[in-house]
């Protein structure tokens, strides 16, 4: 399995980025899909997610409104465009892959992880 994230980069704040994933070695449809972010000195948190068909969303409170997830079950993608960034969201970018149907924010969750891309706003 392999998963294999793009797309960051330098941006200033109130730009906007948008991070893609390409799944490959496993069924895509059946696992939900998130991102998860880890910044200088912090733990990894939870971003964002989306369930099999991409009919349900979930977001973690710092990004709702801003960050929006979607998938390509034909191209087995799972992008995050992010707008209105900030300097908070500077950040290590991860996808993962969960077959789990429950609990989509907790990182247990999730069996398999790409390994990542910088996004850095700058303020």
């Known amino acids: 399995v392999q998963l294999q994230a793009c797309g960051g980069g330098l941006v200033q704040a109130g730009g906007s980025l948008r991070l893609s994933c390409a799944a490959s070695?496993?069924?895509?449809?059946?696992?939900?899909m998130g991102w998860f972010r880890q910044g200088i000195g912090k733990e990894r948190e939870f971003v964002a997610a989306?369930?099999?068909?991409?009919?349900?969303?979930y977001y973690a409170d710092s990004v709702k409104g801003r960050f929006t997830i979607s998938r390509d079950n034909a191209e087995n993608t799972v992008d995050l465009q992010m707008n209105t960034l900030k300097p908070e969201d500077t950040a290590v970018y991860y996808c993962?892959?969960?077959?789990?149907?429950?609990?989509?924010?907790?990182?247990?969750?999730?069996?398999?992880w790409g390994k990542g891309t910088q996004v850095t706003v700058s303020s």
């Open positions: 993962a892959a969960s077959s789990y149907g429950n609990s989509v924010k907790h990182q247990s969750r999730y069996s398999y």
């Open positions: 070695g496993l069924t895509f449809t059946s696992y939900i």
């Open positions: 989306i369930n099999y068909i991409g009919s349900n969303t």
